[in-house]
């Protein structure tokens, strides 16, 4: 287990024990990590903190659940995965209710909106890291040498990997 999943499951472990002080900790320990992964997996962008909230939510509600045992950053991740899913669920029905019930205006953005699900697609077809490496870049507007220390490599190195990443994604979308 490294130092980060140690510390993650330490603050679990001290909130099941009954310390909520070590909630604090824990937040500032994964929320950026959580919300990365919330971001990856929501298609609405803009529930992000909304999933956030109702996992920090679930995870007070069921710590009594929680196996010290276990890797508390990754239950941590699959809760956000599983939430953001929920969301998506949602959002899917919201969406096809209003398409539904729209009448005027969608014909017009057609071409912007399949150019939108063709670059979606093609995003959804790169790794976890891939996608990580481009949520730090365009979502949270960080430097490459911002992103190296994150990464822990080379600004070189993460130019590099975002030059194929694009020249990727580029392939990608002229095959969908």
Do not use: P
Request: with cysteine.
């Amino acid at each position: 287990m490294s130092k980060y999943v140690k510390e993650v499951n330490s603050c679990l472990l001290e909130i099941k024990n009954g310390n909520i002080r070590e909630f604090e900790r824990l937040y500032a320990l994964t929320a950026n990590h959580l919300k990365a992964v919330a971001i990856i997996y929501l298609y609405n962008k803009q529930n992000c903190d909304d999933v956030l909230t109702d996992v920090y939510v679930k995870v007070l509600k069921y710590i009594e659940k929680f196996n010290e045992n276990m890797d508390g950053y990754n239950w941590l991740c699959r809760c956000v995965q599983n939430m953001s899913y929920n969301y998506n669920i949602r959002d899917a029905a919201y969406r096809e209710y209003n398409e539904a019930n729209q009448v005027t205006g969608f014909s017009e953005r057609w071409d912007e909106i399949d150019s939108a699900m063709d670059i979606r697609s093609a995003i959804r077809q790169l790794s976890k890291v891939e996608r990580y490496l481009l949520f730090l870049k365009y979502e949270m507007d960080l430097s490459f040498r911002e992103i190296a220390t994150i990464l822990n490599c080379s600004k070189s190195e993460v130019n590099r990997k975002h030059k194929i990443i694009l020249k990727k994604l580029s392939r990608l979308r002229s095959l969908i």
